[in-house]
């Protein structure tokens, strides 16, 4: 494992934490398109719909998938996120 591997996973918990704080949902609003390469792998696009919590901050996020599926991740669970 790498140093920048370490730093993304560590930037990608903190985005999701404060993401938690201001925001009740995140749904996939279409299809991913991937970003296709030998040596790295990612995506190009992800359409999202962000809905704004009511109120006071959150303590959790939920992800909605296409297929309906929840997963919900709490705001200060930090490293159980990923």
């Given at each position: ?42 995506l ?39």
């Open positions: 494992m790498c140093v920048g591997q370490l730093l993304a996973r560590l930037e990608g918990e903190v985005l999701l934490a404060a993401l938690a704080q201001r925001l009740r949902a995140i749904e996939i609003a279409g299809a991913p398109v991937r970003r296709y390469n030998n040596t790295l792998r990612g190009a696009s992800l359409p999202l719909t962000l809905h704004a919590a009511r109120g006071p901050a959150m303590p959790s996020i939920t992800f909605v998938q296409p297929d309906g599926r929840r997963r919900v991740i709490e705001a200060d669970a930090g490293s159980s996120a990923m």
